[in-house]
């Protein structure tokens, strides 16, 4: 007996600092699960761009990289989708809130309380400038759309490749066919800055029947009034010789015979200047863009949307989106699904007829637009962004994101409660030997 009470002694006689839990360090995890608990699965991550409401048929697939990741892959994908005012709201909400945070806690330290509020909001800026690295360069999972309805053919009618000036030069046309296929097109336009070499590669290897993977078609952004960005449907490397140096559309008849099919693109600073008399004449628009996932694209459709969606009503303009992806992010804004029966069989350059037809018709309701969930504020609604962005972000996670993020927010908890406290567990020291 006497032995036993000996080595419990000795058991006991190290020093536990930390171990302790008061039941306010137990705050802000309680918190944070009780918040993806009681308020996950509230929205849809995807909604139709006419009434926001969760389009049937269509859903999101994640892989399971990005939900063993959520917290992160969630976080990086809401910065994408922000326009770049949103993004400067949001950025300064969370210093003032560092700082709030820093100045009402008791100084125990001898550094000054100035110096201590400096130092940080310079970690604010260097997590921020890394959290935007990661968002621009960084490969990651990419959520993507998954349509029910086989007949449904997902397009991206305005996107880069290093061919253009202001692209990332090391994006090829494959690594726009991963970048597609990841974020569940089956269709993408290349439209590079007044130049077919990107789209040309990429013709070379689409698949033979359009349904056996995804097709990049041929397309080119040029200009029009020098000002306002136009994308060309159809035009290839043969047609060169119909667009001047800065990409203005001249007369003339397409290697294919068809008229090409023009859509104005956004950010576009003048869209006074569309109006029924220039759709007589080159480049004959036949679609606006509603969504342009650029962040000034976003931001003038934040402001401007019922202007855009009046304007493309009385000129009888399709509306569509576009990911004007030039080779950086990992987050898809919007897609556009168009209903062609049999296209999985079509070789590529019968679907993009196909897709080419309603613009031709004005079959306004031929495209739906559906988009990623993202804050719409602007003006003054801008201080908004911060809040709107967390339930947008917690209440449009998936059952499966539920169990990562409480994953990740105790064993976060676990792991600065062991930083914190500097000790590991005790060693038991072994009882002398009788021998």
Request: glycine share 6%; aromatic share 6%.
């Amino acid at each position: 007996m006497a032995d036993a009470r000996s080595h419990h002694s000795r058991i006991t006689a190290y020093p536990q600092p930390g171990r302790e839990i008061n039941i306010r360090q137990l705050t802000w995890p309680a918190l944070l699960s009780a918040a993806v608990i009681g308020f996950a699965g509230r929205v849809s991550s995807v909604v139709d761009s006419r009434d926001f409401a969760a389009p049937p048929g269509v859903s999101i697939e994640l892989p399971a990289l990005y939900i063993a990741t959520s917290p992160l892959s969630r976080l990086l994908d809401t910065l994408t989708l922000l326009s770049n005012p949103q993004s400067v709201a949001l950025f300064v909400t969370v210093a003032a809130i560092v700082t709030a945070s820093l100045a009402a806690r008791r100084n125990r330290s001898t550094r000054p309380q100035w110096l201590r509020i400096v130092a940080g909001l310079i970690s604010v800026i260097l997590s921020i400038a890394a959290l935007e690295a990661i968002v621009v360069f960084a490969p990651r999972p990419m959520a993507r759309l998954v349509v029910s309805d086989p007949d449904v053919v997902v397009v991206d009618f305005h996107t880069h490749t290093r061919a253009s000036g202001d692209a990332n030069q090391r994006f090829t046309a494959e690594d726009r066919r991963r970048w597609h296929r990841d974020g569940g097109f089956n269709i993408g336009y290349l439209s590079d800055h007044v130049r077919f070499a990107g789209a040309a590669e990429a013709e070379r290897t689409n698949p033979v029947r359009a349904g056996d993977g995804v097709s990049e078609l041929s397309a080119v952004e040029g200009r029009y009034h020098k000002i306002m960005s136009t994308i060309m449907l159809g035009l290839t490397a043969a047609d060169t010789a119909l667009l001047d140096r800065k990409g203005q559309l001249l007369p003339g008849v397409p290697a294919s015979g068809r008229t090409p099919v023009t859509i104005i693109a956004l950010p576009n600073r003048n869209l006074d200047s569309v109006t029924a008399e220039s759709l007589d004449s080159l480049p004959h628009f036949a679609g606006l863009e509603l969504v342009d996932a650029a962040p000034r694209g976003l931001s003038q459709l934040d402001r401007e949307e019922l202007k855009i969606r009046r304007l493309a009503a009385a000129l009888r303009l399709m509306l569509v989106s576009s990911s004007n992806n030039h080779g950086y992010g990992r987050a898809v804004a919007a897609w556009n699904l168009i209903r062609i029966p049999g296209w999985r069989a079509l070789p590529p350059d019968s679907v993009g007829r196909l897709i080419e037809q309603p613009f031709r018709e004005r079959s306004l309701n031929a495209v739906t637009i559906v988009k990623r969930l993202r804050p719409r504020n602007h003006g003054v609604a801008i201080v908004w962004t911060l809040p709107v962005a967390l339930w947008q972000m917690i209440g449009s996670l998936a059952a499966a994101e539920r169990i990562a993020w409480l994953v990740w927010i105790w064993g976060l908890w676990g792991a600065m409660r062991i930083l914190r406290s500097g000790t590991v567990p005790p060693r038991i020291k072994p009882p002398p030997s009788h021998n």
